[in-house]
């Protein structure tokens, strides 16, 4: 097994939005897109809506799933000082990229959609998660010698 190694905050924060937010999100969006073509062939259209309210339903799940895993990895990899500070920091990262991205919609002509609604909580998920999983390691590192 790896040894943990200090790394900065904002590192780390990175690691766990990347790890825990960007990917599940991916990951999400193309078992949907699978299901509405397998389910709706051609008339993927008319899946549109029950696509939005199952995405209302599993994006935040998905988050706050994907917070779970990636707390465990960073747990496990990094020596955190401070698990309050990582949490903010990632979740600051999910809603600057991923609300600037919904912001760039909403200016290009996009109306508030039951996608943005559900960014909304899958935020509110992700910093809950995010709290809840990540732990301060509690080691103190001075010179490079782990106390």
Not at 5 to 28: C, E, N
Not at 36 to 45: C, D, K, Q, S, V
Not at 112 to 130: C, K, Q
């Amino acid at each position: 097994m790896s040894e943990e190694k200090q790394s900065a905050r904002w590192y780390v924060a990175a690691t766990h939005w990347l790890t825990g937010g960007v990917v599940p999100s991916f990951i999400l969006y193309f078992i949907m897109v699978a299901v509405l073509r397998l389910g709706f062939g051609e008339n993927i259209e008319r899946g549109v809506d029950l696509l939005a309210f199952v995405y209302l339903l599993l994006m935040p799940l998905v988050y706050w799933l994907g917070a779970m895993y990636s707390a465990r990895y960073v747990n496990k990899k990094y020596i955190i000082t401070d698990s309050g500070e990582v949490a903010k920091l990632a979740t600051l990262y999910l809603v600057v990229v991923g609300g600037g991205y919904r912001i760039f919609q909403m200016i290009a002509g996009s109306e508030f959609t039951v996608e943005h609604a559900s960014f909304v909580l899958a935020v509110i998920a992700f910093y809950i998660a995010s709290k809840k999983y990540i732990h301060s390691s509690g080691a103190v590192v001075q010179q490079g010698v782990r106390q």
